[in-house]
Every structure is written in C-alpha cells, then in structure tokens.
C-alpha cells in the first residue's frame, strides 16, 4: 500500500490494478474499502488460515491446465489446482500424499508451504472467515480491478467474494491476458520483489513494457527510480519535478554525434542519494582527453548511459 502511494507521487497512476492471492485485500483498500477493513479481512483470513491443521502440499507443475486437471479428476475433494500462473504454469494445493504420488513424469517444484492453500483443506474455515467478511463495508472500485478469481473486472465485492478467494484458484494467467486483450502494454509490479514481473511475461503474447518497482537483494532506490524510468521512456507520464525535488535534478542535452568530442557520462556529488553509477570509461570513438560535462543526479536516470538504456520501450 504505501509503495503504491509512493508511485501514485511520481505521477504514475494506473488505469486498472490486477492483484494475486493475498495481496489482494490490501490493494482494494486503495479503492473499494478502507485500510481498517483491508486490515481486519488479512488478519482474519491469516489467523483463521493457520488454525487449520497442518499435513498439506503445495507443487508447481510444468504443464497446461486442462493436463493438469485430467491427471487431478480421480482426486476430487484431496487435492486441486491452487494457481494458473502461466500457460504452462500450474500450481496445485492438496493432501500431501497424493500430491507425492503426481506428476512424476513433469517438471515440478515442491513450495515451501505451511498449509495447503487454495485447496480442500481450507474448507473448514470458510464458514467463519464468511461471518468476518460479512461484517466490513464494501464500494465500488474506483479504478478498473482485474479478480484473480475471474480474470475478468469486479463488479463488486462481498463477503462471498472473499469466501471464494481462500477457496478457488489464483487465476492471475486469465487477469493478464484480458488486460492484454483489452489494449494494456505497459506493466508495473507493485510488490516486494519480481516474481509477478516474469509470470507476466509468459502470459503476453505481445510486446509489452514490464518492470518492477523493488527488485530482491537490490538497493531500493535504484528499484522504484528504474522502475519509474522505463515506464517513462514507454509513454507514461511522470511528475520528475516531484521525483528530484528533494535534491534540484534538472534536465540536461545529450549528445548527438561522437565527433563533438564531448561526453555526458553521470559522475558522482557529495550530496546525492547512493545509487550505482555508470562507468566513465572512455570507448574507442570518443578521445581519452575529453572534458566530461558534470550533470546533476537527474541525468542518472534520464541518461541513456544508465536506466533508459537498460529499459528498452
């Protein structure tokens, strides 16, 4: 939520949200609740969800859903598909020894699980997690929210809705191919790390522009201003003014030709933030003695030196 405002800062807003599993109730307190009750409904699911009894299995398989679900038909009521996060990424949720016994002649990954979610095994606690859910205010969204349940906009939200959403399928596959059929190209994950980012990937059939906002074991910063940067060069609008304010970035020319003999290569100040900075080594069309062109940090991000070149639109 509060990367989320922060993006919103910069100027970026979204013309429609898709969301996966748990994220999901945080992300329509932006829009369709208030942040208590977001809050309250995560608690709840969470509390209710680790009171279950342990001994379920989560396994990533390496084929199409309706292979998947042939192989799953004998098992109705043990075990079932827990995520379509792909074409030919599957997720499936069960009792722990049938899913031992599947899927031997697929590539498959066991998750490192508490419980089995999305499954059977979580059928117990629907009924209170129901009375919870009926409890809270809902609202229209206020901006476009693809279901992961669906794949298709919510109409509205109810406790029902909710009921389903610890239940059924993560069916973010079916979210990003109808933004994609609905004329989405740019794609920015709003989330710890990029793992949405790549499952995106394999979902486009297109060309698309995807980034995510924070990245695992990289400087926070650099994450969200790259981020920012390629949606930039794409075509989104961005509110640099509000970005630099906290340090005065300006906008500066870049070069044309290497025959100028100048260079615009970013070079470190005192007092910027801690970022990576480019290498200023000369390449064998410019001089060795050329006088670089000192810049303020905002040519680190709008240099195609640094971020844009990196961020192709």
Same mark, same amino acid.
Request: include cysteine; charge should be positive.
């Given at each position: 939520?509060?990367?989320?405002?922060?993006?919103?800062?910069?100027?970026?807003?979204?013309?429609?949200?898709?969301?996966?599993?748990?994220?999901?109730?945080?992300?329509?307190?932006?829009?369709?609740?208030?942040?208590?009750?977001?809050?309250?409904?995560?608690?709840?699911?969470?509390?209710?969800m680790?009171?279950?009894?342990?001994?379920?299995?989560?396994l990533?398989?390496?084929?199409?859903?309706?292979?998947?679900?042939?192989v799953l038909?004998?098992?109705?009521?043990?075990?079932?598909?827990?995520?379509?996060n792909?074409?030919?990424?599957?997720?499936?949720?069960?009792?722990?020894?049938?899913?031992?016994?599947?899927?031997?002649?697929?590539?498959?990954?066991?998750?490192?699980?508490?419980?089995?979610f999305?499954?059977?095994?979580m059928?117990?606690?629907?009924?209170?997690?129901?009375?919870?859910?009926?409890?809270?205010t809902?609202?229209?969204?206020?901006?476009?929210?693809?279901?992961?349940?669906?794949?298709?906009?919510?109409?509205?939200?109810?406790?029902?809705?909710?009921?389903?959403h610890v239940?059924?399928?993560?069916?973010?596959?079916?979210?990003?191919?109808?933004?994609?059929?609905?004329?989405?190209? #740019?794609?920015?994950e709003?989330?710890?790390?990029? /793992? =949405?980012? @790549?499952? +995106?990937?394999?979902?486009?059939? &297109?060309? *698309? %522009?995807?980034?995510a906002?924070? #990245?695992?074991?990289?400087?926070e910063?650099?994450? /969200? =201003?790259? @981020?920012? +940067?390629?949606?930039?060069?794409? &075509?989104? *609008? %961005?509110?640099?003014?509000?970005?630099?304010?906290?340090?005065?970035?300006?906008?500066?020319? =870049?070069?044309?030709? +290497?025959?100028?003999?100048r260079r615009?290569?970013?070079?470190?100040?005192?007092?910027?933030?801690?970022?990576?900075?480019p290498?200023?080594?000369?390449?064998?069309?410019?001089?060795?003695?050329?006088?670089?062109?000192?810049?303020?940090?905002?040519?680190?991000w709008?240099?195609?030196?640094?971020?844009?070149?990196?961020?192709?639109?």
């Open positions: 939520m509060a990367l989320f405002r922060l993006v919103e800062s910069f100027g970026v807003k979204p013309d429609c949200s898709v969301t996966r599993s748990v994220s999901s109730p945080p992300r329509t307190s932006r829009t369709c609740c208030s942040l208590d009750d977001a809050a309250a409904l995560v608690a709840a699911r969470g509390r209710l680790q009171a279950l009894p342990t001994g379920g299995a989560m990533a398989v390496q084929a199409t859903e309706a292979e998947v679900r042939a038909e004998p098992f109705a009521g043990r075990v079932d598909i827990a995520a379509v792909g074409p030919t990424s599957i997720v499936v949720s069960g009792e722990a020894e049938v899913i031992d016994q599947l899927f031997k002649d697929r590539k498959t990954s066991r998750l490192t699980v508490s419980h089995a999305h499954s059977p095994l059928e117990p606690m629907l009924d209170e997690f129901r009375t919870i859910a009926a409890g809270l809902y609202a229209l969204p206020q901006i476009p929210i693809v279901s992961n349940l669906t794949g298709l906009p919510v109409e509205e939200y109810s406790a029902d809705y909710w009921v389903r239940r059924n399928a993560v069916r973010f596959a079916d979210g990003v191919g109808w933004l994609e059929n609905n004329g989405v190209t #740019r794609f920015l709003v989330g710890p790390s990029g /793992v =949405l980012t @790549a499952m +995106a990937q394999q979902c486009l059939s &297109g060309e *698309a %522009v995807l980034a906002a924070l #990245r695992k074991d990289r400087d910063l650099e994450s /969200v =201003l790259r @981020a920012v +940067a390629a949606l930039h060069v794409a &075509g989104v *609008a %961005v509110d640099w003014a509000a970005i630099c304010g906290p340090w005065g970035g300006r906008r500066v020319q =870049l070069p044309t030709y +290497a025959f100028q003999r615009y290569w970013p070079e470190p100040l005192t007092a910027a933030p801690c970022w990576r900075v290498s200023t080594r000369s390449s064998g069309t410019r001089s060795s003695t050329a006088t670089p062109t000192r810049s303020p940090p905002l040519s680190a709008t240099s195609p030196t640094s971020c844009v070149a990196s961020c192709p639109p």
